[in-house]
């Protein structure tokens, strides 16, 4: 059956089996997924990693009882339902349950279907209090998020709304994109606009690395696996347990490695180097795996393997390179130059209409981070044309200047539109027919 509410479930806190028994019958025959702990300090721990949708608690427990586990819940989140069951003569203290922020109540003997009914309209609540929440969260992450993947394109806008769509997911991210459009950004925004990471961001760059070095960085090694290893060493992988790993160039490992990850992935668990295979550490993290090329392409080529490419690609965000959104450059150089005016101490250099011409006409081969290069010469007075493609601008036809300008403006109304053609054309004053036509032309459809 499938569950009433999916992702939330009932953590029932019950020392009597029978009772137990029934409870987590009842709420499971009516689909409702039951954690179910003897204790409240058992509850607590629990509770410290996996926050459910309801709690479900006995008054009388062992220790701890359901009073305490309730006021200790309250203070860990006011909005967590916690529904008490009492036996015969305890309505004082229901009574007293209410006014410290019980749900409600199950008194002694009750009807399975009368606790269901209970849970599930707690369970609504929750799922109501939990949507609130991560739409609050989502309007303050969006202008983070533009403060961080600037860029008023059609193409940034997607790149920003797929981060804000996947940010609270349990899934595996896959970024592709080249050199230097800001892979390893997005992942940061992944990690840090998710309520669920809340450990440690581990980015590590597989290019250009050996296997043996490939392999100690991500699963660590016990004291004495090899000559140097005097004591034991956390790798990447258990070091982002409860957080995020960020494997950049992912398409440079070798076949073994290859291999090596996809078992984690499948699995959750690794082996550190030199345990003999005597102990498995579970470890439960995100993975945000980067690649400047085609993972498929390069799989049919037998360079990277088929399994792992469908694996890591569960989602994909794809970052367009900066000569795909020009219409972006005046917004991201001029953040560029104050920054580097700051950081270098200099005064900040104008930007002419001549100066923002040859920007807009540039290829831009290392993308965002070659423009903030460019940014830094410019503070620093030297020719920003020495790290850049080389293309001269001035060698532009008039219908190539024509064309750069026409885009800029048809992106920069389109976005102003929510991208509704019909309003776009008609700000632009051109006819629809003719302005879907110029939108497939620079690749704005």
Request: hydrophobic share 40%; glycine share 8%; with cysteine.
């Given at each position: 059956m499938k569950p009433e509410k999916p992702g939330l479930s009932v953590l029932l806190v019950e020392d009597d089996l029978n009772i137990s028994r029934g409870c987590r019958q009842a709420m499971e025959l009516a689909g409702i997924p039951v954690k179910e702990v003897t204790t409240g300090e058992d509850?607590?721990?629990?509770?410290?990693?996996?926050?459910?949708?309801?709690?479900?608690?006995?008054?009388?427990?062992?220790?701890?009882?359901?009073?305490?586990?309730?006021?200790?819940?309250?203070?860990?989140?006011?909005?967590?339902?916690?529904?008490?069951?009492?036996?015969?003569?305890?309505?004082?203290?229901?009574?007293?349950?209410?006014?410290?922020?019980?749900?409600?109540?199950?008194?002694?003997?009750?009807?399975?279907?009368?606790?269901?009914?209970?849970?599930?309209?707690?369970?609504?609540?929750?799922?109501?209090?939990l949507e609130v929440e991560s739409l609050r969260r989502r309007l303050d992450h969006r202008d983070d998020l533009e403060n961080r993947l600037i860029g008023h394109s059609l193409l940034m806008a997607k790149v920003r709304k797929s981060i804000l769509n996947v940010a609270d997911a349990a899934i595996d991210v896959l970024i592709v994109g080249e050199t230097g459009t800001g892979k390893e950004m997005v992942a940061r925004c992944l990690h840090d606009f998710s309520s669920a990471r809340q450990q440690n961001f581990v980015p590590l760059n597989c290019g250009g690395m050996a296997d043996s070095l490939l392999d100690n960085e991500l699963f660590?090694?016990?004291?004495?696996?090899?000559?140097?290893?005097?004591?034991?060493?956390?790798?990447?992988?258990?070091?982002?347990?409860?957080?995020?790993?960020?494997?950049?160039?992912?398409?440079?490992?070798?076949?073994?490695?290859?291999?090596?990850?996809?078992?984690?992935?499948?699995?959750?668990?690794?082996?550190?180097?030199?345990?003999?295979?005597?102990?498995?550490?579970?470890?439960?993290c995100r993975v945000v795996a980067a690649a400047k090329g085609d993972l498929k392409e390069l799989s049919g080529e037998g360079k990277f393997r088929l399994d792992l490419y469908f694996r890591l690609n569960r989602v994909r965000i794809e970052l367009p390179a900066l000569r795909e959104r020009r219409e972006d450059i005046p917004e991201l150089y001029d953040k560029f130059l104050l920054q580097a005016a700051k950081r270098h101490n200099?005064?900040?250099?104008?930007?002419?209409?001549?100066?923002?011409?040859?920007?807009?006409?540039?290829?831009?081969?290392?993308n965002v981070r070659e423009l903030r290069n460019a940014a830094d010469c410019n503070v620093l007075g030297i020719d920003y044309e020495t790290i850049t493609?080389?293309?001269?601008?001035?060698?532009?036809?008039?219908?190539?200047?024509?064309?750069?300008?026409?885009?800029?403006?048809?992106?920069?109304e389109l976005t102003k539109q929510d991208g509704n053609i019909g309003r776009t054309a008609e700000a632009l004053q051109v006819a629809r027919t003719t302005l879907h036509d110029k939108l497939k032309k620079y690749g704005l459809i």
């Open positions: 509850a607590q721990r629990r509770l410290q990693t996996d926050c459910p949708g309801v709690v479900v608690s006995d008054l009388r427990l062992p220790r701890m009882d359901g009073m305490d586990l309730l006021r200790w819940v309250y203070k860990l989140d006011p909005d967590l339902p916690v529904i008490i069951i009492t036996g015969h003569g305890d309505i004082t203290l229901a009574v007293e349950a209410m006014r410290c922020g019980a749900y409600d109540f199950m008194e002694k003997p009750f009807l399975p279907s009368a606790l269901v009914d209970v849970v599930r309209r707690a369970l609504e609540k929750r799922e109501l209090v660590g090694h016990e004291s004495g696996a090899f000559t140097d290893a005097k004591q034991r060493r956390i790798g990447k992988i258990e070091y982002a347990n409860g957080g995020t790993l960020f494997l950049d160039e992912v398409e440079t490992m070798s076949t073994h490695m290859q291999i090596k990850l996809l078992r984690f992935l499948e699995e959750r668990v690794i082996e550190r180097l030199g345990s003999n295979g005597c102990k498995e550490i579970s470890v439960s200099r005064p900040l250099p104008p930007l002419t209409p001549e100066h923002l011409r040859q920007l807009m006409a540039l290829d831009w081969p290392g493609s080389g293309k001269d601008s001035t060698s532009l036809s008039l219908a190539q200047d024509v064309d750069n300008y026409e885009r800029l403006r048809i992106s920069i």
